[in-house]
């Protein structure tokens, strides 16, 4: 194939072009009647409040710092995830506490969080790896016998579904990032989605510099002149222009998961009778996914392995290089992580976004078998 298959890729038509034309031409760029109305069509989506931010990373910490989590408390969080989520804890103060993953969802596994506890330890973070939850319930179940505040990161979840529940329409606190490449973006952008009032008000002044009450002015186009400040804020809210790209995003959502969807399926028919090839099994009918993960069991040097591919047209990718390897967190596991450390080693994320073709998966899978089998008969 002459063109390169990407890993993934914002995936933009002329509807989103028209409706940053129309932000530009009405000259009022910032927070304004785009983002509340952006609002209130996620509001619909979740069933639930929902508020803006500029990323999903902003979300998780916003949220965090709402549930007046801070200096000196400690988060559970699997140490398989994009460094974000650790970032979001560790920008409040607090600690992140990394823990170990089911080997068969590669979400948290809240038996080894049970274990990281301690009486600093105020809230638990399940990571939706891949558009799936994993134990949902029993996650909840482990937080209120402790007491604890669970923000869930679902930045690879939306749209997802768990027992009949659309994921965010239920629980504590969901985190949704709507960067460019996730199930919808907004260019960048993010959002917190909850019942708790106080959550909701505290997420809305922080991102608006703490500037108390200040969301109902800009959604009038109007400026706080007069106002308090009784906590810390940060620049951190959504723009119109980010907002009209993720409302048109939002009204195409239903053919784009469906993409997704069957082109996971179709990666599973042709990938699941390879004996080096471990697909995870997921209901797609449920869950959207934002990636395609499989495992290389005998796994060759994945650096060849990836340049191969990539030299015949295939770009993959590696979610993710786990946390309590980095330098900056690399005190925050007492305990080992083997399944989490297993299960790295043998990762490859293969193409995964609605532009994608049958053709292209397929492509993709005929290759990986191919470079596979040079591999394991050199």
Known sequence: MSSLIRLSKSCIAEPEKLAV????????????????????????????????????????????????????????????????????????GARPVACDIENATLTLDWRDAEKRLTTKTKAIMPVHYSGGVGALNEMYAFARKHGLRVIEDAAHAFGSVYQGQRVGGFGDVACFSFDGIKNITSGEGGCVV??????????????????????????????????????QGWRYHMSNMMAAIGMEQLKRFPEMAS????????????????????????DYSAIV??????????????????????????????????????????????????????????????????????????????????????FHTK
């Open 21 to 92: 034309m129309g932000v530009l031409d009405r000259e009022f760029l910032g927070m304004g009647a785009e983002v509340q109305r952006f609002e209130q069509m996620l509001t619909e989506f979740f069933g639930r409040s929902t508020v803006c931010v500029v990323n999903g990373t902003t979300a998780l910490q916003l949220a965090l710092q709402a549930c007046e989590i801070g200096p000196g408390d400690e988060v559970l969080v699997q140490s398989l995830t994009y460094v974000a989520s650790f970032q979001a804890i560790s920008a409040t």
């Open 289 to 374: 996914p934002h990636i395609y993960v499989v495992r290389i069991k005998n796994m060759p040097n994945r650096k060849l392995l990836q340049q191969r591919l990539l030299d015949l047209g295939i770009q993959t990718g590696i979610h993710y290089q786990p946390n309590h390897v980095l330098s900056f967190y690399s005190e925050v596991n007492a305990l080992p992580l083997p399944i989490t450390d297993s299960a790295f080693s043998e990762l490859l994320s293969l193409p995964l976004h609605p532009d994608l073709t049958e053709d292209d998966v397929e492509f993709v899978c005929t290759t990986l078998k191919e470079v596979l089998c040079d």
């Open 259 to 282: 993409k997704r969807q069957r082109l996971a399926n179709r990666y599973d028919e042709l990938l699941c009778d390879h004996q080096n090839i471990q697909i995870r099994t997921q």
């Open 194 to 231: 909850t019942d708790d009032p106080d959550v909701l008000r505290r997420v809305q002044d922080a991102r608006l510099l703490g500037v108390e009450k200040d969301t109902e002015k800009r959604y009038m186009g109007q400026r706080s002149w007069e106002f308090d400040v009784s906590a």
